[in-house]
């Protein structure tokens, strides 16, 4: 099985902050996905990553995919509290799919 | 356009009752899956549906869950017996009909279920 291990597993930042969250696999990683999750909601993607070296951004968020480290990060410029969740790498080596461990992200306006 | 729903959206129920949980998919997408997740943890694999076939279940953690799609659509997650280790919200998924790799799952807001 897969195991993505992500940090810190929780973060507490003062909005306009900047901040990272990192995502790391046991396995070599062939694609990685970013969801943000709130309270009562579903997962919401964020964005996929599929080659090494690749890098996406979706407004304020930024994520990049590092094959030979078999790893990712999240990176949010300038953080609000529109931003607060939990932020889960998920994988998909096959029909199973994985998730990280989770960051919960508080900002503080 | 509709997304993944669930129904219900919490559930009490008394240890040892049976729990049924619905999910409906996004019109036309073929592939569907069941997560748990525990409080505080990420959501973990259940179970993955193509159209009515189960193809993987091998993540139910007792043979007190089970799960069916018989019309490859709506698919319901059955929990009999429930403890209170099945404390945990359940979600659902579904993807698009050509699932290749890096398809998208989008998922449903979650069944919150509680068990006292």
């Known amino acids: 099985s897969q195991e993505l291990e992500q940090s810190p597993q929780s973060l507490i930042v003062q909005e306009g902050k900047n901040l990272t969250i990192n995502c790391t696999s046991s396995?070599?990683?062939?694609?990685l996905y970013w969801y943000k999750q709130k309270y009562g909601e579903g997962l919401i993607f964020l964005m996929m990553l599929q080659k090494g070296g690749e890098e996406k951004s979706h407004e304020k968020i930024t994520a990049k995919l590092d094959e030979k480290k078999q790893q990712s990060s999240l990176h949010i410029t300038a953080s609000q509290p529109s931003h607060a969740g939990i932020y889960l790498c998920g994988a998909d080596p096959g029909n199973q799919f994985y998730f990280g461990t989770g960051t919960s992200l508080t900002v503080i306006p | 356009g509709a997304g993944v729903s669930q129904s219900p959206r919490y559930k009490v129920a008394k240890r040892g009752q049976d729990v049924a949980l619905r999910c409906d998919p996004i019109?036309?997408?073929?592939?569907l899956f069941w997560y748990q997740q525990a409080l505080g943890q990420g959501p973990e694999f259940l179970t993955y549906f193509q159209n009515e076939a189960q193809l993987d279940k091998s993540g139910l953690p007792s043979d007190r869950f089970f799960a069916e799609r018989p019309e490859g659509s709506v698919s319901t997650l059955k929990i009999q017996r429930t403890q209170q280790e099945d404390s945990a919200v359940y979600l659902c998924?579904?993807?698009?009909?050509?699932?290749?790799?890096?398809?998208?799952?989008?998922f449903g807001p979650g069944t919150r279920l509680t068990v006292l």
């Open positions: 019109s036309g997408h073929v592939s």
């Open positions: 396995k070599t990683l062939y694609g």
């Open positions: 998924a579904s993807s698009r009909p050509t699932r290749k790799d890096g398809d998208t799952q989008y």
